[in-house]
């Protein structure tokens, strides 16, 4: 099969993800986890890319960025998946594929698919039935935008702040800047509704090119524009 490539343009919105080989299973421990995002951040530089929302699940993850200069996404997004999986496969004493196929890129075309697709990354493992609340899953980037409450507690709880796991810088002001308060996102987000996540679930491995919209436009990221301050339910 030949090295599919995908264009990324700066300063529009991409969902990155991928999946482990027949859905089994790409972290085993939470140091699978840590290298994970450690690498992403050293293949992805802040100063070339920031990262908006991420969540990893046992079996697949889900990357929601934006570039912030012309790199070569697609080789070094191929670079990095070859990495992490000769390590994985290293670890485990195991051969063979890790993921299934290359990973998915697309551009996500409207302000409400946005949020809505941010919404669905930070509750997938409530979803998935491997915590009650997003906050308790470790490996997603939901704590980083309830900072200043109660994050901090569960960040020393985790040994965040003692130095034991460091999250990647995450970008939230675009995204908040969408809601009038940090309890205005979070009520958004626990206003899911189940069946839309479900839809959303069974589009997303869909060989599509754009999400949310068919405008090739996308939303472009706008650090100094003044968002509406209203919540899509």
Known sequence: MPFRVVKVTPDLFYHVYN?????????????????FLKRFVEYFPGNEAEIHAYC??????????????NIDYSIRMQHFSISYAKSLNNWSARVGHVF??????????????????????????????????PEDWQFSSYRDYLEGQDSR?????????????????????????????????????ESHAINRMIEMEEELWKEREFLGSLSDKGVRFRKSAQAKKKAFQ
């Open 19 to 35: 999946r482990g080989n027949n859905k089994e299973p790409i972290f085993f421990e939470p140091a699978n986890y840590r290298f």
């Open 56 to 69: 990893l699940l046992p079996n697949h993850y889900h990357i929601l960025f934006r570039l912030r200069r």
């Open 100 to 133: 299934q196929g290359r990973f998915k890129a697309k551009l996500v075309g409207s302000t409400e698919y946005l949020l809505h697709l941010r919404r669905y990354i930070h509750l997938n493992p409530v979803l998935a039935r491997l915590v009650r609340t």
């Open 153 to 189: 507690n569960l960040r020393e709880a985790s040994g965040e702040i003692s130095g034991i796991y460091t999250r990647p810088s995450v970008t939230t002001e675009f995204i908040l800047s969408h809601f009038a308060c940090v309890d205005d996102y979070r009520s958004f987000l």
